[in-house]
């Protein structure tokens, strides 16, 4: 009883503090995104001050995380695991090639996920904002050749050349909404043809810049308004993550060239849903 009312009045405050955060940088990330204008050289040094990009959940932030191995506690978490599938059961559906291509994943942590995305790759440049969860993604993936690991804050410092798979998976909701706006830009310009984007985020509010929902309506919307991209998947488990509000799943297509237009298609047959749904989660 009193942890649950502990942990609501914590909820409270982080949502508070995110939302003052956000309210308080606007003008400093306006005078940031000025400078860049003039000189875009400049956008890798203004990268590192994280705490502009996604007010509340800066490099710093993430860094006294990771200080603990496994923070999320993905490791023992059978719905991390049952999410981490069901990206599989993703990939499987949409016919990405195993052992081939160049696969980008953004917030990699410390490379659980990364593992399994190193079948569908020929090259996996996984890359995360915290120098500790690279140290330790960089041990745990060191017998996979075909994966690099790299310390950087996305989007601003986004690695070089173009990709045929980019997975972000609960990550992007971190973006206040002007990054994400460019970073969603970025993160589309870097598929090849007939690359895809692959997205996945929890629905839930805990305090982050921007949330699951936002991330996946602007993709949609990305999609619609622009004849390159191919809404390929869309699918919503409206009862599963912590407290049972939910997760998106999406994947947009780079054109080939020719292509028949096609409604989004479902998720079926993912064994995953159904352990997503009846997992037990924690929730602080
Ligand atoms: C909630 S964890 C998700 C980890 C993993 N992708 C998953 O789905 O389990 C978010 C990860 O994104 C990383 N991250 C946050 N902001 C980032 C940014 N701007 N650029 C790169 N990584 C970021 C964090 O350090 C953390 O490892």
């Known amino acids: 009883m009193l942890s649950a009312v502990i942990g609501r009045a914590r909820r409270t405050a982080r949502l508070a503090v995110g939302r003052v955060l956000m309210i308080m940088t606007t003008p400093l990330r306006l005078a940031a995104r000025g400078l860049i204008a003039v000189r ?68 990699c942590g410390e490379g659980l996920l990364s593992a399994r995305l190193a079948d569908y790759a020929a090259e996996l440049v996984a890359v995360d904002i915290s120098d500790a969860a690279v140290g330790r993604a960089r041990i745990a993936l060191a017998d996979r050749p075909n994966v690099v690991v790299e310390r950087r804050t996305l989007p601003l410092d986004m690695p070089a050349g173009s990709f045929d798979l980019v997975v972000c998976s609960d990550v992007l909701y971190y973006w206040e909404p002007r990054t994400f706006d460019r970073g969603l830009e970025r993160l589309v310009e870097s598929l090849r043809p007939g690359g895809r984007l692959v997205l996945l985020h929890y629905r839930g509010d ?79």
């Open 40 to 107: 875009p050289g400049l956008e890798p040094r203004l990268a590192e001050h994280a705490w502009l990009w996604q007010p509340g959940w800066g490099r710093a932030c993430h860094e006294r995380l990771y200080r603990r191995p496994d923070p999320y506690g993905i490791g023992i978490s059978e719905y991390e695991m049952a999410k981490y599938d069901l990206v599989v059961d993703v990939l499987e559906q949409i016919g990405a090639p195993r052992g081939r291509g160049r696969v980008l994943e953004v917030g």
């Open 206 to 284: 805990f305090g982050q810049a921007g949330t699951g929902d936002a991330v996946h309506d602007a993709a949609r919307r990305r999609a619609l308004n622009d004849p390159e991209l191919r809404h390929e998947l869309s699918h919503t488990l409206r009862d599963a993550g912590p407290a049972g509000a939910g997760i998106r799943v999406d994947v947009l297509a780079r054109a080939t060239g020719l292509q028949t237009l096609r409604l989004p298609q479902q998720l079926h047959d993912s064994p995953a849903e159904a352990r997503l749904r009846t997992t037990e989660v924690h929730t602080s």
